[in-house]
């Protein structure tokens, strides 16, 4: 498209101001913005301002999960299990490491962040550590799959490097990236971060398995025989990655994702809790626990909807591929967005100055036919990194880290 037909279908959507200093490029720049523009997907922006499919007109129930003391009565069996997959090259790791983290405040990817206190330990360096527990006791080299967005690839695949993988065969990482999506103010209108470039922020954690495909790496899975692939977040340091005996019950339940629960601190803890809706596995949102469902007792005499996710899942990669072409609700995410003022100034706001549009892999495991909810110690697998300070943050995961033993 040239520019007066990009001015045309800008008009048409109300999105005139990503022009605004087009005379000011060189031709370079003008051609990289009309091509970002014309590769933009702006349908994502009529999302704003819909009312979230809450669990309004769901049909609500509770999920069995597999809890610690059943699991200690299982654990020969489904730890020589995961142990035989895992021999027979039937898992792969995904690490989903495209997010921003602007809770965090870092410019750098999020995983390059130094917890260390007498040394250097990167969050990297404590994933990749965890895994090659796994890889010593089986044996068998786990092939990585790392996921990165437009804003940190460079940076990421460059710091692994420099430090050799920590230690992880290169030959069983693989990088691959995750789509854009623009950002917004609150009206609606997509910001300019340079005077060529759209405000675009990654779009979210749901679309892992369709970029593995568009990078040619679910060719490559099946190609290398691999069943499962354990998909898990950056920022907890402390989680069991390729865990056997999470496989192995996984396997042996005969169901198609496992996802890693621990029980809450207290029944009005703000985590998302597993449950089934409509007969599916679900994650349900805190705020859409009601009292009702919350006091819900089993048998026993136990909360019922009392096991928060940990975004740590196992996921059998022919049941996901059936479903990875339906389209996954688009969430409106208030976030900080760093754009150029009126006098083209960039700033970088200290408070939520608009919108960015996300896919989350919560929904793509409402698509998938059956959960084992697998119970974890909290105290021995939770320390995510999210904020500088306070819960889920740089103070309170290495503090955890260390009550595990670890020295930083
Ligand atoms: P978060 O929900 O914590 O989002 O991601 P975030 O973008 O990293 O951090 P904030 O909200 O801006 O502070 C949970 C996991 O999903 C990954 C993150 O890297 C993290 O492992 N993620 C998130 C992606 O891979 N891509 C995304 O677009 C978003």
Same mark, same amino acid.
């Given at each position: 498209?040239?520019?007066?037909?990009?001015?045309?279908?800008?008009?048409?959507?109300?999105?005139?101001?990503?022009?605004?200093?087009?005379?000011?490029?060189?031709?370079?720049?003008?051609?990289?913005?009309? @091509?970002?523009? $014309?590769? *933009?997907?702006?349908?994502?922006?009529?999302?704003?301002?819909?009312?979230?499919?809450?669990?309004?007109?769901?049909?609500?129930?509770?999920?069995?999960?597999?809890?610690? +003391?059943?699991?200690?009565?299982?654990?020969?069996?489904?730890?020589?299990?995961?142990?035989?997959?895992?021999? @027979?090259?039937?898992?792969?790791?995904?690490?989903?490491?495209? =997010?921003?983290?602007?809770?965090?405040?870092?410019? /750098?990817?999020?995983?390059?962040?130094?917890?260390?206190?007498?040394? +250097?330990?990167?969050?990297?360096?404590?994933?990749?550590?965890?895994?090659?527990? !796994?890889?010593?006791?089986? $044996?068998?080299?786990?092939?990585?799959?790392?996921?990165? @967005?437009?804003?940190?690839?460079?940076?990421?695949?460059?710091?692994?490097?420099?430090?050799?993988?920590?230690?992880?065969?290169?030959?069983?990482?693989?990088?691959?990236?995750?789509?854009?999506?623009?950002?917004?103010?609150?009206? =609606?209108?997509?910001?300019?971060?340079?005077? =060529?470039?759209?405000? /675009? /922020?990654?779009?979210?954690?749901?679309?892992?398995?369709?970029?593995?495909?568009?990078?040619?790496?679910? $060719?490559?899975?099946?190609?290398?025989?691999?069943?499962?692939? &354990? !998909?898990?977040?950056?920022?907890?340091?402390?989680?069991?990655?390729?865990?056997?005996?999470?496989?192995?019950?996984?396997?042996?339940?005969?169901?198609?994702?496992?996802?890693?629960?621990?029980?809450?601190?207290?029944?009005?803890?703000?985590?998302?809790?597993?449950?089934?809706?409509?007969?599916?596995?679900?994650?349900?949102?805190?705020?859409?626990?009601? +009292? $009702?469902?919350?006091?819900?007792?089993?048998?026993?005499?136990?909360?019922?909807?009392?096991?928060?996710?940990?975004?740590?899942?196992?996921?059998?990669?022919?049941?996901?591929?059936?479903?990875? &072409?339906?389209?996954?609700?688009?969430?409106?995410?208030?976030?900080?967005?760093?754009?150029?003022?009126?006098?083209?100034?960039?700033?970088?706001?200290?408070?939520?100055?608009?919108?960015?549009?996300?896919?989350?892999?919560?929904?793509?495991?409402?698509?998938?036919?059956?959960?084992?909810?697998?119970? !974890?110690?909290?105290?021995?697998?939770?320390?995510?990194?999210?904020?500088?300070?306070?819960?889920?943050?740089?103070? @309170?995961?290495?503090?955890?880290?260390?009550?595990?033993?670890? *020295?930083?």
């Amino acid at each position: 498209m040239n520019v007066e037909q990009i001015k045309e279908k800008l008009k048409a959507i109300h999105q005139e101001q990503l022009l605004t200093y087009y005379d000011e490029l060189d031709e370079e720049q003008k051609t990289q913005l009309l @091509s970002q523009i $014309e590769g *933009t997907d702006f349908s994502v922006l009529s999302h704003i301002g819909e009312k979230n499919d809450t669990a309004d007109n769901a049909q609500i129930t509770p999920i069995k999960a597999l809890t610690l +003391p059943e699991i200690k009565e299982q654990e020969a069996s489904i730890k020589n299990t995961g142990v035989q997959a895992i021999r @027979s090259g039937k898992l792969g790791a995904v690490l989903l490491a495209g =997010g921003m983290g602007t809770r965090l405040g870092s410019d /750098s990817p999020k995983g390059m962040y130094d917890i260390g206190i007498t040394k +250097p330990v990167f969050i990297f360096q404590r994933l990749i550590e965890n895994l090659l527990d !796994v890889v010593k006791e089986t $044996e068998t080299c786990i092939h990585l799959f790392i996921m990165t @967005s437009d804003k940190n690839h460079e940076m990421t695949t460059a710091f692994l490097e420099e430090k050799e993988y920590f230690g992880y065969d290169k030959n069983f990482i693989h990088f691959f990236q995750q789509d854009m999506a623009p950002a917004t103010d609150y009206e =609606g209108k997509i910001y300019l971060e340079e005077k =060529g470039k759209l405000a /675009s /922020s990654p779009n979210g954690n749901g679309g892992w398995l369709t970029s593995m495909r568009n990078a040619g790496l679910l $060719e490559f899975v099946h190609k290398e025989g691999i069943e499962w692939l &354990n !998909v898990f977040a950056v920022d907890n340091v402390l989680q069991r990655i390729a865990d056997p005996l999470f496989l192995g019950a996984a396997i042996e339940s005969g169901c198609t994702v496992g996802a890693k629960v621990v029980r809450k601190n207290d029944p009005d803890e703000k985590v998302g809790v597993m449950c089934l809706k409509n007969g599916h596995p679900s994650i349900m949102e805190y705020y859409d626990l009601t +009292p $009702e469902l919350r006091d819900t007792l089993d048998e026993n005499g136990e909360r019922v909807y009392n096991f928060g996710v940990i975004l740590n899942y196992l996921i059998e990669v022919k049941n996901a591929e059936q479903v990875m &072409n339906q389209a996954l609700p688009v969430h409106v995410v208030e976030k900080k967005i760093p754009y150029l003022d009126e006098n083209g100034i960039l700033v970088k706001p200290e408070k939520p100055n608009g919108y960015k549009f996300e896919t989350l892999i919560l929904d793509l495991i409402e698509l998938m036919d059956q959960c084992l909810p697998f119970e !974890v110690e909290r105290e021995k697998e939770f320390a995510p990194i999210k904020n500088k300070t306070g819960v889920d943050s740089v103070e @309170s995961a290495p503090a955890l880290l260390k009550k595990n033993g670890y *020295t930083l």
